[in-house]
């Protein structure tokens, strides 16, 4: 099955960058969502198809998708950012899906 | 609004089987594809299932292909997930989730979960 990547954990300060990496084959050819996930909450959606963002979702989350990598980055890091995130790839509606293993952001 | 409510968790021997339901409102149900995704104790997402808005297409995780059974009444607004063979490494947080949008992939709307323990 499909392998997804992500680091364990990123930490960054308020007001500074977050960038979080998605790595598996052939990336750039799939379909990847970002969710953010509070603890005890049901995840949330941040970014779709790449680098769409839901309505509610502020601009500070932006994704992109090519090579071998997604990155979802968030700019200027709020301490409500504080969150697990997951990346989502599907290579077709009609295939599989799998998660990435998430990512813990902490803002100093 | 668009809500999802899931039901029908609980605790289960091994080997047993449990039937997990998500009834939505606040949309067109059958216009949209759903999936189930599950979440271990202190572990991340993991995807389960997928089905397309007229049942015509449905997708397991190898991990649960052949013991559990996902299916939909669009007259009745529900989907429904027949787990069956279970074992511990089945004990998560269910949760139903729906696109976005028809186009997408997305899983923008949650329900808030239910949780299923297999335990002797």
């Known amino acids: 099955s499909y392998v997804v990547t992500q680091p364990p954990s990123v930490s960054v300060a308020p007001g500074q960058t977050a960038r979080i990496s998605c790595g598996g084959e052939?990336?750039?050819?799939?379909?990847v969502h970002w969710y953010q996930q509070h603890p005890g909450q049901a995840p949330a959606l941040v970014i779709y198809?790449?680098?769409d963002r839901p309505s509610g979702i502020p601009e500070r989350f932006s994704g992109s998708n090519s090579g071998d990598t997604a990155t979802l980055t968030i700019s200027r890091v709020e301490a409500g950012d504080e969150a697990d995130y997951y990346c989502q790839v599907w290579e077709s509606s009609s295939d599989p899906s799998v998660f990435g293993t998430g990512t813990k952001v902490s803002v100093l | 609004e668009v809500q999802l409510v899931e039901s029908g968790g609980g605790l289960v021997k091994p080997g047993g089987s449990l039937r997990l339901s998500c009834t939505a409102s606040?949309?067109?149900?059958?216009?949209?594809?759903f999936n189930w995704v599950r979440q271990a104790p202190g572990k991340g997402l993991e995807w389960v299932s997928f089905?397309?808005?007229?049942?015509?297409?449905?997708s397991y995780a190898d991990s649960v292909r052949g013991r559990f059974t996902l299916s939909r009444d669009n007259a009745k607004d529900s989907l429904y997930l027949q787990m069956n063979s279970l074992s511990a490494e089945d004990t998560a947080v269910y949760y139903c989730?729906?696109?976005?949008?028809?186009?997408?992939?997305?899983?923008?709307?949650w329900g808030p979960g239910t949780l299923v323990t297999v335990s002797s």
């Open positions: 089905i397309s808005s007229s049942s015509s297409y449905i």
């Open positions: 052939n990336m750039g050819s799939k379909r």
């Open positions: 606040g949309f067109t149900f059958s216009a949209y594809a």
């Open positions: 989730a729906r696109p976005v949008a028809d186009y997408s992939t997305g899983l923008a709307y």
């Open positions: 198809d790449d680098s």
